[in-house]
């Protein structure tokens, strides 16, 4: 009798659950937090009620995984927006121009999707879980780990063995700490943190936005010595709209309702603030903060056996760069990829470890590299000077912003589909070095290629005393 423990039952603990069931005959899950029984925010989930996208790269892992489940988030209405036909980008370099293209991310309340992904996975009769049951620590040595320790209510703490222990408990992971206790040398951690804050907040859409409605991204901008201000706009399932207001040091987005629209209305440009006049609020204006891009090194550590981390415990990344849901099922499918080949045989969890580490790489190197450039940053990362790597960021978004190949090819990697290094061929080199041949793309001309915005946008604005609670 073979048997599993993850710690944590968000995302990656209930993929990573799904990934083990099919290789031991038990999995347990211990989850501190209580499930609620519909789509629904829970304590553990805080960031759940900001936007949450899962790009195309993610959402073909999930449905690896646990196949059937993008129909399913499909069915309860959730979005697919490819970014070049249905997302009007202001980027850091101007107006993206529409294109054809089908690299896509999927647009729906955080609550639906870890909803369904728990139906899905869940009623999978070799996964047990724990609810209101908090791990407190590992059991074992510094060469292999043989269980957890856990709390349940005022019960003494107890402990549970197990062949393989996982850690799922997120960006506030306590397993540096746990390792140590067994004598694992110290676990190298990086951090960079431009102090970006969310504010979000739900919308019922106005009766005459059309179902395709598009989604708007305002992204930050580096690097011009003012704090990074942004805005993301997007449809979600049961007529909702929800706009999650984006901030860096000394300009985070504030929670109060002027101040909330204010600041949507001095992003890059005023159209989300203009969308959020004409829908009906629904609930509080909520904040996020404390998100730093963290990578915790476990793969180059003397690793007991019986032993793994992945998601967020492993590495955060701003959430500007919409991939950690997408790193969650990687890690998991890493797992099951070399569950599939090598069993749970000694070295399983370094060689995930390692897997993880290749995927996060690249992505991990560009939200740092542009996170560097807002005014105020905190890092234990030594830096290089980084002009070469920033102007040609500049050049590769100003490029883009007109060509379509190049765009495409940006689209690729925003969706973990191609990772950056992957995506150049020599046409696209060639209009890199070309660099941009025509004029920006006007707000107007912008706004003109996505005609439901024009259409909503000629209507008069609604009466916001109006809030559904
Ligand atoms: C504001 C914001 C916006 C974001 N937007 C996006 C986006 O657009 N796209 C995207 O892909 N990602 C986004 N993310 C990132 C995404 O939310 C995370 O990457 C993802 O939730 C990580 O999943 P996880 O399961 O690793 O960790 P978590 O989601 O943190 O889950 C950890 C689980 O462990 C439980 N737990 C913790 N400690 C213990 C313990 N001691 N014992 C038992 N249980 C424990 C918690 O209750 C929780 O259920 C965003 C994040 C934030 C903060």
Redesign the pocket.
């Known amino acids: 009798m073979t048997s599993a423990i993850v710690?944590?039952?968000?995302?990656?603990?209930v993929l990573a659950a799904t990934a083990l069931s099919h290789h031991v005959d038990e999995v347990t899950v211990?989850?501190?937090?209580k499930y609620p029984e519909q789509p629904a925010p829970?304590?553990?989930?805080?960031?759940?009620r900001?936007?949450?996208?899962?790009?195309a790269g993610?959402a073909h892992a999930l449905d690896q995984l646990l196949p059937g489940t993008t129909d399913l988030l499909f069915a309860a209405g959730a979005h697919k927006l490819a970014m070049g036909r249905n997302i009007l980008t202001l980027s850091s370099e101007g107006w993206f121009r529409r294109v054809d293209d089908d690299a896509f991310f999927i647009a729906c309340s955080?609550n639906l999707l870890d909803h369904i992904v728990r139906q899905q996975a869940l009623t999978n009769p070799v996964i047990t879980v724990l609810q209101e049951?908090?791990?407190?620590g590992l059991v074992g040595t510094a060469s292999r780990v043989t269980g957890i320790r856990?709390e349940q209510g005022t019960e003494p703490e107890r402990t549970l063995t197990a062949d393989f222990v996982v850690d799922?408990?997120?960006?506030?992971?306590?397993t540096p700490g746990w390792l140590a206790e067994l004598g694992v040398p110290e676990l190298h951690e990086e951090f960079l943190d431009a102090g970006l804050a969310?504010a979000?907040r739900l919308y019922e859409a106005p009766a005459e936005a059309a179902a395709d409605f598009p989604g708007v991204l305002i992204q930050t901008v580096p690097n011009t010595g003012k704090p990074g201000a942004g805005a993301?706009f997007m449809p979600q399932e049961d007529g909702r709209w929800i706009v999650?207001l984006i901030g860096t040091a000394g300009g985070q987005p504030p929670t109060g309702e002027d101040g909330f629209m204010e600041f949507a209305r001095n992003v890059g440009h005023p159209i989300v603030a203009e969308l959020m006049a004409r829908a009906t609020p629904i609930g509080e204006i909520k904040g996020?903060r404390g998100?730093a891009n963290r990578r915790r090194y476990f793969e180059r550590l003397p690793l007991p056996d019986g032993f793994l981390a992945?998601?967020?415990?492993v590495t955060?990344?701003s959430?500007n760069y919409?991939?950690?849901?997408?790193?969650?099922a990687f890690g998991a499918l890493a797992l099951r990829n070399q569950l599939k080949s090598h069993g749970l045989e000694p070295g399983l969890g370094k060689k995930v470890q390692l897997d993880i580490a290749a995927k996060v790489a690249g992505p991990w190197k560009s939200a740092t590299s542009t996170d560097r450039w807002f005014p105020g940053v905190r890092t234990n990362i030594k830096l290089g000077k980084g002009t070469v790597e920033q102007k040609l960021a500049v050049r590769w978004s100003r490029t883009a912003a007109e060509h379509p190949g190049l765009l495409k090819a940006t689209y690729q990697v925003a969706t973990l589909q191609t990772p950056q290094n992957k995506v150049m061929t020599l046409p696209l080199m060639g209009a890199l070095l070309r660099g941009p041949q025509q004029a920006p793309l006007t707000p107007a001309e912008a706004l003109a290629q996505f005609p439901q915005l024009g259409k909503l946008l000629s209507s008069a604005p609604a009466d916001l005393s109006k809030v559904e609670h």
């Open positions: 710690i944590g039952g968000g995302l990656s603990g211990i989850e501190s937090d829970r304590r553990g989930m805080p960031q759940g900001q936007n949450h996208m899962l790009t993610g955080r049951t908090k791990a407190t856990y799922a408990t997120g960006s506030r992971s306590k969310y979000g993301a999650s996020s998100l992945l998601g967020d415990a955060v990344l959430p919409a991939s950690g849901m997408s790193m969650a």
